[in-house]
Nanobody, 124 residues
Framework: QVRLVESGGGSVQAGGSLRLSCAASGFTFTYSRYCMGWFRQAPGKEREGVAI???????SSADAVKGRFTISKDTSKNTLYLQMNSLKPEDTAMYYC????????????????WGQGTQVTVSS
């Protein structure tokens, strides 16, 4: 049973930093071909992709966060991270991690496993 648990959210002022963590269980980073990603959803908006990391370690991120957010994973801890720097008020949202076996899905709806989310609030 795949399980994802996010942590690390909170309230910060604009320009600040946060690091989100996503502890995964039910599969092993090292030996499994899973794509993992961070998504966010602001009130009244659709859930959107923030960054993904493929099983080979390559990454992609949304234009809105390029140069500010970094996705990474620690295979020894089976944990996914999102380092967020230079935070802006528009980054305020619930942040979710997700995983899907095989290739990274293009559509949000095709990701099979989700965490419960962690709230990030950035004040100006």
């Amino acid at each position: 049973q795949v399980r994802l648990v996010e942590s690390g959210g909170g309230s910060v002022q604009a320009g600040g930093s946060l690091r989100l963590s996503c502890a995964a269980s039910g599969f092993t980073f090292t030996y499994s071909r899973y794509c993992m990603g961070w998504f966010r959803q602001a009130p009244g908006k659709e859930r959107e992709g923030v960054a993904i990391i493929r099983s080979d370690g390559s990454t992609s991120s949304a234009d809105a966060v390029k140069g500010r957010f970094t996705i990474s994973k620690d295979t020894s801890k089976n944990t996914l991270y999102l380092q967020m720097n230079s935070l802006k008020p528009e980054d305020t949202a619930m942040y979710y991690c997700a995983t899907q076996a095989g290739l990274c899905p293009r559509s949000v709806v095709d990701w099979g496993y989700w965490g419960q989310g962690t709230q990030v609030t950035v004040s100006s």
